[in-house]
């Protein structure tokens, strides 16, 4: 069975860093886009960075500069480096994967993960 599982989440001061973690199961991210989509409270869910199956990479306007997405070396995991974290970063963060060729992200994901939360506070 495929599954994501995100780790990686906690309570941070503005200005500083975590690092998510999210773990593939039953499947390697080869091919596969993968995407980190975060959802505050009373908000929408939205994209915040994606790997295509390309390899094409994006960011939000809103964390380009201060995040980083990458791959483990074993592919199946994915990474979320997170600098110069601000209050309104406090949301529960999610990873998503979509196997149909040639697509970016989308809130239309294959499978989700259960989400980790993050939250910015001084």
């Known amino acids: 069975q495929r599954q994501l599982v995100e780790s990686g989440g906690g309570l941070v001061q503005p200005g500083g860093s975590l690092r998510l973690s999210c773990a593939a199961s039953g499947f390697t991210f080869n091919g596969v886009t993968i995407g980190w989509f975060r959802q505050a409270p009373g908000k929408a869910r939205e994209e915040i960075s994606c790997?295509?199956?390309?390899?094409?990479?994006t960011y939000a306007d809103s964390v380009k500069g201060r995040f980083t997405i990458s791959r483990g070396n074993a592919n199946n995991m994915v990474y979320l480096q997170m600098n110069s974290l601000k209050q309104e970063d406090t949301a529960v963060y999610y990873c998503?994967?979509?196997?149909?060729?040639?697509?970016?992200?989308?809130?239309?994901?294959?499978?989700w993960g259960f989400g980790t939360l993050v939250t910015v506070s001084s």
């Open positions: 998503a994967a979509d196997w149909r060729l040639g697509r970016m992200c989308a809130i239309d994901m294959n499978r």
């Open positions: 790997i295509g199956d390309s390899g094409t990479i």
